[in-house]
Every structure is written in C-alpha cells, then in structure tokens.
C-alpha cells in the first residue's frame, strides 16, 4: 500500500492511518509513505521499519528525467523552467508530470 504527500494530511486521515498501522503489528505488508522532510508523524508505531531519505534532484538532473519520462530532450525554455519551478527537484512531482 502507497500513501503519497502526508506532509498535506488532515487530522481525520492522520487519525485513520495511526489505526491502521496500530492494527498492522502482526501483519507482513509493504506499506510506503511518502512524505517532505517538515513532516512528523504524530504515533508511535512497533512496526518493523526503514526510512529512505530522497535528496532533491539538481536542475540537470531532473532534466534528464523529464527527458527520459517524454522519450525527447527537444523542450521548449519555457516549458524546462516551469517544470523546474513547479517540482524543485522532487522526485515523485516529476514522475507524474
């Protein structure tokens, strides 16, 4: 299970989440949260974890991303800065481009 951008999550949701992970303790599930570093998760959990840190991309970097993602590096300036300005270097914002 994937649970994107908890960064913007609302107490009911983060209410929801905090049950279902209490529920999980005896359960074998890959659970994935993604989340920006101002983010605190506000339970405890005796889940079995690991925390991936994902640095930002550099601009030439997420680039060439975008260019892999659209199969052509032939971008308008225009279309190279907003794409830059919009996703500041998150991996998972140009992913859904």
């Known amino acids: 299970m994937a649970i994107e951008d908890l960064h913007w999550i609302d107490k009911s949701s ?8 209490e529920s999980l303790t005896d359960k074998a599930i ?7 570093p101002k983010f605190i998760a506000t339970w405890e959990t005796k889940l079995l974890h690991t925390q991936v ?4 991309l550099s601009n030439r970097e997420s680039l060439i991303m975008v260019a ?3 199969g ?9 800065n907003l794409i830059l ?3 500041e270097g ?4 140009l992913k859904n481009l």
């Open 90 to 93: 998150f991996h998972f914002l």
């Open 68 to 70: 892999h993602l659209f």
């Open 53 to 56: 840190t994902l640095n930002r």
């Open 85 to 87: 300005e919009k996703a």
């Open 14 to 21: 983060e209410e929801v989440l905090k049950y279902l992970l």
């Open 30 to 36: 890959l659970l994935i949260l993604t989340y920006r």
């Open 72 to 80: 052509t590096e032939d971008f308008n300036p225009d279309l190279e």
